[in-house]
Nanobody, 109 residues
Framework: QVVESGGGLVQPGGSLRLSCKVL????????IAWFRQAPGKERERVAT???????RYADSAKGRFTISRDNARNTVYLQMNSLKPEDTAVYYC?????WGQGTQVTVSS
């Protein structure tokens, strides 16, 4: 099971940190990714962390978002800074074949 948290309403330019807790499995040796889906749009990959610590970002996230993992806590984080209204979406965590229920991020003044 994958459980996301940390979403909310934030003003443009603000920050949020999302958490993805993996239950019943261990993170070690597997990649894990954050996706997002805005209304009327396809789900898109935002950031990925792989087992050797390598990270990859969508162009829209580079320089503003940081993905990190804490294997001891079975948790992956997405630190989002300088948020823009176009970042508004439901953010999902994906681990192997598992998806969380999503957490809503709304960027609005």
């Amino acid at each position: 099971q994958v459980v996301e948290s940390g979403g909310g309403l934030v003003q443009p330019g603000g920050s949020l940190r999302l958490s993805c807790k993996v239950l019943g499995l261990t993170l070690d040796y597997y990649a894990i990714a954050w996706f997002r889906q805005a209304p009327g749009k396809e789900r898109e990959r935002v950031a990925t962390t792989v087992r050797d610590g390598d990270t990859r970002y969508a162009d829209s996230a580079k320089g503003r978002f940081t993905i990190s993992r804490d294997n001891a806590r079975n948790t992956v984080y997405l630190q989002m800074n300088s948020l823009k209204p176009e970042d508004t979406a439901v953010y999902y965590c994906n681990f192997r074949d598992y998806w969380g229920q999503g957490t809503q991020v709304t960027v609005s003044s």
